[in-house]
């Protein structure tokens, strides 16, 4: 279905309590965030973790978060956000393989994964620290 077609079915949402999320990101064929500016950036990772196709922003912390699971576009380039959405609408190996590396990328972000990544920092903080003073 192409994009120009697509207006009848796209729901664009105000605020969606956390409980109904995953019933909205798994429903979805397609999930865009062309956030112009993110600190983590939590539903790229929602919308991956539910098997969703992304396409995001190129900016922030996005192209980190999504890595090759996802289409990253310019935010203020509405025709590259638009011709990704017609490719992910329109290319159904495209979708399998970004869902396929959707699974791998989230991988990366549990939390465990960042309770390691932030004991590594503070061992290292703490370790020039005492180099230091010592």
Do not use: M
């Not at 509405?78 to 393989?97: E, N, Y």
């Not at 990366?108 to 990544?117: I, L, N, Q």
């Amino acid at each position: 279905l192409a994009l120009a077609h697509a207006h009848a079915w796209v729901r664009v949402l105000d605020y969606v309590p956390d409980a109904d999320l995953p019933g909205l990101y798994s429903g979805a064929a397609v999930f865009a965030f062309p956030s112009l500016y993110e600190g983590f950036g939590f539903p790229v990772l929602e919308a991956l973790a539910c098997g969703v196709p992304v396409v995001c922003a190129n900016t922030s912390s996005l192209p980190e978060l999504a890595g090759p699971a996802a289409l990253a576009v310019d935010p203020l380039d509405t025709g590259a956000l638009a011709a990704a959405l017609d490719l992910l609408l329109t290319d159904a190996a495209l979708r399998a393989r970004l869902v396929a590396e959707g699974v791998e990328q989230i991988k990366r972000f549990t939390w465990a994964s960042a309770a390691a990544a932030a004991l590594g920092v503070l061992a290292a903080v703490a370790t020039d620290g005492l180099r230091r003073n010592g």
